[in-house]
């Protein structure tokens, strides 16, 4: 009785899930969660990252000093207290930040 139950909910259960995934096919909801995946995993843009950071397009070597302080000052505050999330935003922010900063030099003349 026990095995011919569970067999029995087990196919109601593998018929429901089927259902759902042509249900989520059909109104593309499936395509959409995929989407919004990819768009979340995508770099962070130089415009966001200098947002973050509050540093301007023309910087100085100066203001990149003080981004990296500021960058410091909110990844010690979020990770004692504050969020996750900001935190990593924030990291990435300055990720991006160095790795433009790196091709600039890179594609500078010498002097």
Do not use: W
Not at 14 to 40: C, F, M, P, S, W
Not at 77 to 94: D, E, T
Request: with cysteine; net charge positive; proline share 2%.
């Amino acid at each position: 009785l026990i095995v011919m139950g569970s067999t029995i909910i087990g196919r109601a259960m593998l018929q429901a899930y089927r259902k759902a995934l042509d249900n989520a096919n059909k109104t593309g909801v499936a395509h959409e969660t995929i989407n919004n995946i990819r768009r979340a995993s995508k770099a962070m843009t130089e415009q966001e990252a200098r947002q973050i950071l509050g540093v301007s397009e023309n910087s100085t070597l100066l203001t990149t000093i003080r981004a990296m302080q500021r960058y410091d000052n909110l990844f010690e505050r979020n990770a004692k207290a504050g969020s996750f999330y900001i935190q990593s935003k924030v990291h990435r922010a300055k990720e991006c930040l160095e790795t433009v900063y790196q091709k600039n030099k890179q594609d500078e003349p010498p002097t």
